[in-house]
């Protein structure tokens, strides 16, 4: 006789083609149990034959089993798709590391007989450039006004990791100029940025600012 624990579960997984049957053992041998005793009380059980107890234990077992199986499929994993959209927006940027530089010709370099007064010049800033654009950008440089006649301001931006320096270009005339051409997309990072001001005699005392604008372009 089988005996079970009050909250023992055996439990057996049969195949029959695509559909799985879980059997709770102590169930069935409980439910088989209350078939025999009341077979076993009654008139019919001293005249089934062999042929008629297989065939009922045949059909409790399949009637058993219909209510007992769970589908393959549904015990199985389910699954579903999603189309992600995906894009990435132009990015070109152009930056300076400070706003402002000062250039002063104090006339220390003057000398009698010459036109020439001195000139002025720093290197202490620099420039960088992103950008994902498929073509190749340049940098132009534009002061805001036109210097005055006899003096001269320029500008040389280097550059060694991604693009072609013009070298040093004279801005006076306030027109745009190409300073770095054939920049492919990545980084400029921290590039030095060189200005020059040199001014004549005949020019004058002058006091003042110029805005230079840097301009990242096709």
Request: charged share 10%; aromatic share 8%; glycine share 6%.
């Amino acid at each position: 006789m089988i005996q079970y624990s009050h909250n023992e579960t055996v439990v057996l997984r049969v195949c029959f083609g695509k559909w799985l049957i879980y059997m709770d053992l102590r169930v069935w041998h409980e439910y088989w149990s209350v078939w025999y005793q009341t077979m076993k009380h009654s008139h019919q059980y001293h005249t089934f034959t062999g042929v008629t107890i297989m065939k009922r234990t045949i059909s409790i077992l399949a009637a058993a089993a219909f209510f007992a199986f769970i589908s393959e499929s549904a015990i199985a994993q389910s699954s579903a798709q999603q189309t992600v959209n995906l894009s990435v927006s132009a990015v070109q940027l152009i930056d300076v590391s400070s706003g402002s530089v000062t250039l002063s010709i104090d006339g220390s370099a003057a000398v009698a007989g010459t036109n020439a007064v001195g000139s002025a010049t720093d290197n202490s800033t620099s420039y960088s450039i992103t950008h994902n654009n498929g073509a190749n950008l340049r940098v132009t440089a534009q002061i805001d006004a036109a210097m005055p006649a006899g003096m001269t301001l320029s500008i040389d931006l280097a550059n060694a990791s991604n693009g072609t320096s013009a070298g040093a270009v004279d801005l006076s005339d306030g027109t745009a100029k190409d300073v770095v051409t054939t920049i492919a997309k990545g980084v400029v990072s921290a590039e030095t940025i060189s200005y020059s001001f040199a001014a004549d005699a005949d020019a004058g005392q002058f006091s003042g600012s110029r805005t230079v604008t840097l301009t990242l372009t096709n």
